[in-house]
């Protein structure tokens, strides 16, 4: 749900917001780390729930 309050009172940040995350909606501050993934700008919390994945050994084939 969108509310629009929540623009009314910036946070008490010197930095100001350059980018919002396109998938959270949480701001990207100067100086902050962020990422481009095909068009969408992504804050670091959101790459890693995207696209960080563990690596695991894979199933073993079957042997006829
Ligand atoms: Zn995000």
Redesign the pocket.
Known sequence: MVNDRVYLEPPDNEDAAVYK??????F?FEGDEYFEITGET??????H?LYSKFAQAPEEPEEY
Request: with cysteine; proline share 0%.
């Open positions: 995350c396109e998938h959270c909606g949480n990207i992504l804050c670091e919390h959101c790459l729930f």
